[in-house]
């Protein structure tokens, strides 16, 4: 295994995503309790999932959107997707959060899964580039109803920009293990995980490949087990992730909080997840060890640097942990991951086919939600069109690019509708105008009554529109959604 | 300014299906229902009509593309016929090619049918369609009510009007055409409600609960309309005339830049302004006798009472609940109780709502005949959502009004 000290190549900036919805353990064991007593121990604490309208490709959006805050997204050479749930088998899953994210064209863009490390390597390879990546893990996997893993999956994405410059975290370490130690598999295709016996996966998988790892990848990195301030150790069996790091000689106490009990084990993204919510918490000097799990391990060291203290702020883990909504309607989770067959009525039978031209057309209208702004007036309108819409003036072919994915909005109209069929009834929409002109009627996400009135502020974010079930294609586009807590402005 | 189209066509001769749920009838039964009370108020043969006008809003879900199926339901001598598409505005945008035929010399005589069957669909309410690929990737598939209600949320905040207050006037707009629906022999719903069931009713959406939405219905109705000269010669004296027909379309402004404040309909006010104008109507308040508005909600008719300058901005609630627009009240709006209790078949409505005007000028309305000589009706319809629409208005008057 290679080791590099060296490389200028390091971690420049973090993002994460957390759904709202925080689904109760307990809710969960209050209906299955009478066919699965057993899972009475893990029905504490909650678990992320998300809304109706979000997927591994969606999370993964927040989560790029995150890391990128305050930076210049034309710096970006280079995506790296990680996930085991990605909803596309044959259509580039990056290539779709690159349109959302509005990416350059000239992107080299990856998806990577196969493998809970999958997150961590993709991490790996943009480490041993000089190229500016954009890594990103987003996790969405779906289990029985009354099986562990049901408790222990949670959904949510964590992303890192990596690249040469101000760099906020060096990387002093890396060692990679590859076997195929089977403690649970998925045929490509195949909706649920198999696992075998946690007390064999935890002795002869956790402890000895990855212990194993820490130890020689500490030794081959010359770094001192002691000068670790950051254990981010992505195995979620309890007591296990303490164990290992001890037998490294690393202090117990700087186990990073693993998140099961609020955000629950999130696969690829897992391990990033961990790194990330570090990394908000980290002094220049720390050092954090990062470790993954899946057919192997990976295992890296990070160096802090100064410059973590003059990164643009940013949610991260600890901003979306503070976003919660608690959940209790386990029903409602389970028909949203189609794992309950709930009638939904004569008007969700429209044809959702999606015309490859249309889109391939206006990519940009409905996956950037790029406007217009005229050169000459500077009026900006939804969508882009040959003619103006400016009543003032009748300009024609002067309307420039212009993303507004990012503008805040504000509530002209709504209501809640009850009758159109929708996932998550009622349905609430409007008109939104954007700071600085332009206007859409949109769909609200993520809402309740007390969330809309008009002149409320909010921000727009990617989610699924629809699903063409018959042909298996999944449309997106932009919807508005409550800002944030720490991005609102009052009023 | 073009001179118009005041006083230069007349109404031969008016039918209108029953409206409601005509499990017995397919679209064609609907047709010959409505055309065979209109010639025969004609007095005329079907070889005297020299073009046609067919509206039908949802074709995919009764008659078809063209204009075929009214060539063939009714077996019209190998005259042509145009098919009229125009969202809900589609009845009346059908009247007017009629009209502007006629008006033009091209033709003689020419009618207008229009026909929607909306009950073979599976379930209550409009069927849901396409809007186009473009909408099919950035628009709302939002509900008929879902994009109407909108307008209410804007309306209390402009204005300050209190939810229960804003509830209880659409309420009364409601009431008010229940009284009215109950009277009419043709209406769809005959039942008269209390502002307490209103109130009471299940939300559909927000703040528009069951019995502020229009009824959904099959129905046909028509127009043969001709000069005025012509209709002397045949006979008709008395005549109702054609003073004003004016649509207006949106073009993206209010649902695009940020100009519009969602409180009103830019359409209806464009329309209203040149329709009056045509019309030579300088103060509607006073010379409207009555009106037929498109209250697909009562939130609809409420600020359309503001659109059409019969009540002043903010004001229309206030005026609502004070009975401006009840049967008895200054300017009676729906006295045959509305696409809310008469029915809504799409295509048809614009054509209803005239022949109830038709009927008003010339005392044939039977129990809900206004009594004080009315001499000029205005009916309008809006088509689409309050953001993009089409809004078409039609006065229709006696001679000299």
């Given amino acids: ?141 779906l289990a029985r109803a009354a099986s562990p893993a049901e408790m222990s999956y949670g959904e949510a994405a ?46 002869e998988g956790i402890v000895k490949i990855a212990g194993q790892a820490i130890i020689d990848a500490l030794d081959a990195a010359g770094v001192e087990p002691s000068s670790v301030t950051h254990s981010a150790i992505a195995i979620s069996a309890p007591g296990a992730a303490a164990k290992l790091i001890k037998s490294a000689g690393i202090d117990p106490k700087t186990l990073v909080d693993n998140q099961i009990a609020t955000i629950g084990h999130t696969g690829t993204a897992y391990p990033l997840m961990l790194l990330v919510a570090a990394l908000q918490k980290a002094q220049p000097g720390d050092r954090i060890l990062v470790t993954s799990f899946g057919q192997g391990t990976d295992v890296l060291v990070f160096e802090v640097t100064d410059a973590i203290t003059k990164l643009p702020a940013r949610l991260g883990v600890e901003g979306w942990l503070a976003e919660k909504v608690e959940d209790t309607n386990y029903q409602r989770y389970l028909f949203h991951r189609g794992l309950v067959e709930t009638e939904t009525g004569m008007r969700a039978e429209g044809d959702q086919k999606q015309p490859g031209t249309t889109l391939y057309r206006q990519r940009k209208t409905v996956l950037g939600l790029v406007g217009g702004k005229c050169t000459e007036t500077g009026a900006v309108q939804f969508p882009k069109s040959d003619i103006s819409v400016s009543p003032n003036n009748r300009t024609q072919f002067t309307q420039e690019d212009y993303p507004m994915a990012e503008l805040p909005v504000r509530v002209v109209t709504y209501t809640a509708d009850s009758l159109t069929f929708s996932p998550d009834p009622p349905t609430f929409y409007g008109n939104i105008d954007f700071e600085g002109g332009g206007r859409l009627t949109a769909e609200f996400t993520d809402v309740t009554a007390n969330d809309v009135e008009v002149g409320q502020e909010m921000r727009m974010v990617f989610r699924i529109k629809s699903k063409d079930t018959l042909r298996g294609f999944t449309k997106y586009f932009w919807k508005a959604a409550p800002r944030p807590t720490s991005q609102r402005k009052g009023g | 300014m073009p001179s118009g189209i005041k006083d230069k066509v007349a109404i031969l001769g008016m039918g209108c299906a029953k409206f409601g749920e005509r499990w017995d009838k397919d679209a064609d039964g609907l047709m010959v229902e409505a055309f065979d009370e209109a010639i025969a108020d004609a007095g005329i043969d079907v070889t005297q009509i020299d073009a046609a006008w067919l509206s039908v809003a ?30 809900c505005a589609s009845g009346t945008d059908g009247f007017r ?127 043969i309309v001709t000069t005025p000269e012509i209709a002397r010669s045949l006979g008709k004296t008395g005549l109702v005339l054609v003073k004003a027909i004016q649509l207006a379309t949106s073009n993206g402004w209010e649902s695009q830049s940020t100009g519009w404040d969602g409180t009103y309909f830019h359409t209806t006010r464009i329309a209203a302004k040149k329709a009056y104008a045509e019309a030579g109507i300088e103060n509607p308040e006073d010379d409207i006798s009555l009106t037929e508005v498109h209250d697909c909600f009562s939130i609809t008719e409420l600020v359309t009472m503001e659109d059409l300058f019969l009540s002043a901005d903010g004001k229309g609630w206030k005026d609502v609940l004070d009975g401006k627009f009840d049967s008895d009240g200054k300017i009676p709006c729906q006295i045959d109780g509305g696409l809310k209790c008469f029915g809504h078949p799409i295509g048809a409505s614009g054509l209803r709502m005239i022949y109830e005007n038709y009927l008003q000028l010339l005392g044939r309305a039977g129990d809900r005949q206004r009594q004080d000589s009315p001499k000029l009706a205005l009916s309008h319809n809006l088509g689409g959502m309050p953001n993009q629409n089409v809004s078409s208005i039609a006065i229709v008057g006696l001679e000299g009004a």
């Fill in chain 1, 158 to 203: 964590a992303s890192l920009l990596v690249g040469t410059g101000d760099v906020i975290a060096n990387c002093i370490g890396r060692y990679s293990v590859t076997v195929d130690f089977v403690d649970h598999f998925r045929e490509s295709g195949a909706r649920f995980d198999y696992d075998w016996e946690s007390r064999w996966v935890r002795d």
């Fill in chain 1, 1 to 141: 295994m290679t080791v590099s000290t060296t490389s200028p190549v390091g971690i420049l900036a973090f993002g994460a995503y957390v759904p709202r919805r925080r689904l109760q353990r307990s809710a969960i064991h209050a209906v299955n309790k009478w066919y699965a007593p057993g899972l009475g121990g893990s029905a504490k604490g909650e678990k992320a999932i998300g809304n109706w309208d979000e997927d591994p490709i969606t999370m993964a959006v927040e989560a790029g959107r995150d890391c990128l805050t305050g930076l210049d997204r034309a710096s970006v050479d280079a995506l790296r997707l990680a996930s085991t749930t990605l909803p596309n088998a044959d259509r580039s899953n990056s290539g779709v959060v690159k349109e959302a994210l509005t990416l350059s064209d000239q992107l080299e863009a990856t998806d990577a899964g196969g493998s809970q490390k999958a997150g961590t390597s993709a991490l790996l390879q943009a480490l041993s580039s000089d190229q500016t990546s954009l890594v990103i893990a987003s996790e969405q996997r």
């Fill in chain 2, 58 to 87: 949802f074709d995919a879900q009764n008659v078809g593309p063209s204009g075929i199926p009214l060539a063939v339901g009714l077996r019209l001598p190998g005259i042509g016929v145009t098919k009229v598409e125009n969202y």
């Fill in chain 2, 97 to 223: 090619g009629a009209v502007y035929a006629v008006a033009s010399g091209a033709c003689d005589i020419a009618l207008a049918l229009g026909v929607e069957k909306l009950k073979d669909t599976g379930y209550g309410g409009l069927p849901v369609r396409t809007r186009g690929t473009t909408s099919d990737m950035i628009g709302v598939v939002g509900s008929a009510p879902g994009n109407f209600a909108q307008i209410a949320s804007a309306y209390r905040a402009k204005y300050g009007v209190a939810p229960d207050d804003l509830k209880r006037a659409i309420g009364h707009v409601s009431v008010k055409s229940h009284d009215n629906g109950a009277l009419n022999p043709k209406a769809h719903l005959r039942k008269k409600i209390d502002i307490d069931t209103v109130i009471n009713a299940p939300m559909i959406a927000e703040p528009l609960g069951l019995f502020d939405c229009c009824g959904v219905s099959d129905g046909a109705a028509c127009a």
